[in-house]
Nanobody, 119 residues
Framework: QVQLVESGGGVVQPGGSLRLSCAASRSIFSFYVMGWYRQLPGEQRELVASITSEGRTNYGDSVEGRFTISRENDKRTVHLQMSSLETEDTAVYYC?????????????WGQGTQVTVSS
């Protein structure tokens, strides 16, 4: 089992910046993808950004060029730097860790953190 602890949500004005962080409770020695999804009430979660254990990044179309995902050297903590925030970025953001092994994959989720972009 892996627990994910998120931090960094809050309220910001349009055009502002926020940084989200997510820390895994232990090191992962298999291939994994770690990243952020967001969700609005009544809608499905959508990918915001992710990074693999090999360092490959992937971004949702709506945040490309505005958000940057990175990770600490311990590879247990990822950060999402969000810039040029728009009201449409308002959502609950969830950290996700997907561990892939020969027997399949396991998904872990954080508790979610609210990001509100409002003037």
């Amino acid at each position: 089992q892996v627990q994910l602890v998120e931090s960094g949500g809050g309220v910001v004005q349009p055009g502002g910046s926020l940084r989200l962080s997510c820390a895994a409770s232990r090191s992962i020695f298999s291939f994994y993808v770690m990243g952020w999804y967001r969700q609005l009430p009544g809608e499905q979660r959508e990918l915001v950004a992710s990074i693999t254990s090999e360092g490959r990044t992937n971004y949702g179309d709506s945040v490309e060029g505005r958000f940057t995902i990175s990770r600490e050297n311990d590879k247990r903590t990822v950060h999402l730097q969000m810039s040029s925030l728009e009201t449409e970025d308002t959502a609950v953001y969830y950290c996700n860790l997907r561990i892939v092994t020969a027997r399949g994959q396991d998904d872990y989720w954080g508790q979610g953190t609210q990001v509100t972009v409002s003037s």
